[in-house]
């Protein structure tokens, strides 16, 4: 049973542009929320969270919003560059779990 | 500070053997999670070690299983293998059990099973 969900399996974008990437969840108890950065041979590299008390948080060219009420979060990475090129995962954990709850990954081109 | 590192970084099986995979966690941290990373899926738990014990596990039969070592590093072993179990196998370290939001990976073992 998948409890987050990545809808868009792929995404291109210009160089410059915004990049809106997307994600859903199904369970009500999860009180954090990353996004992993992973390019092929390596692994999954934290970029950014969210606790589920906030609604918004940023980091430099990366903002990650969450709306509780839809279950819903997106990252957005503005000016996106040729080398946010990656796929990108959107994970979930409970205050008291131990396992992240990944989604199927976005495939993010930027294009020069 | 030592990232997250695993070893081997390939590794070709046939079905039915037995295979065990390494991970030495980040300097500091007393907790490993394993993950499996199928083809166009994403990454899917496993199970946690912390302290030397298993402190949870994912949907995964028991022929696959784990151990951490005093140094907090960890061994995945996974018995009788299947088709099926060709993936990626990452391991992330946190600080400790109660901080697993905080999770950092590995680059993974490419694990193809013939």
């Known amino acids: 049973d998948q409890q987050v969900k990545q809808n868009s399996p792929s995404l291109s974008v210009q160089e410059g542009r915004i990049s809106i990437l997307n994600c859903d969840y199904t369970?009500?108890?999860?009180?954090?929320f990353l996004w992993y950065k992973k390019y092929p041979a390596e692994g999954p590299t934290f970029l950014i969270s969210i606790s589920s008390i906030k609604d918004k948080n940023e980091d430099g060219r990366f903002t990650v919003f969450l709306n509780k009420s839809a279950k819903h979060l997106s990252l957005h990475i503005v000016p996106s560059q040729p080398g946010d090129s990656a796929v990108y995962f959107c994970?979930?954990?409970?205050?008291?779990?131990?396992?992240?709850?990944f989604g199927k990954g976005t495939s993010l081109l930027v294009t020069p | 500070e030592t990232g997250v590192t695993q070893s081997p970084t390939h590794l070709i099986k046939t079905r039915g053997q037995q295979v065990t995979l390494r991970c030495s966690s980040q300097s500091g941290h007393n907790t490993v999670s394993w993950y499996q990373q199928a083809l166009g899926q994403g990454p899917q738990f496993i199970f946690q070690?912390?302290?030397?014990?298993?402190?949870g596990r994912g949907n995964f039969p028991p022929r696959f299983s784990g151990l951490q070592f005093p140094n907090y590093s960890s061994e995945l072993n996974v018995n009788a293998l299947e088709l099926d179990d060709s993936a990626l196998y990452l391991c992330?370290?946190?600080?400790?059990?109660?901080?697993?939001?905080?999770?950092?990976f590995g680059p993974g073992t490419r694990l193809t099973v013939t």
């Open positions: 070690y912390y302290r030397e014990e298993e402190n």
């Open positions: 994970a979930a954990i409970s205050n008291s779990g131990y396992a992240l709850n």
């Open positions: 369970n009500s108890m999860f009180d954090y």
């Open positions: 992330a370290s946190s600080l400790e059990r109660w901080r697993s939001y905080e999770q950092y």
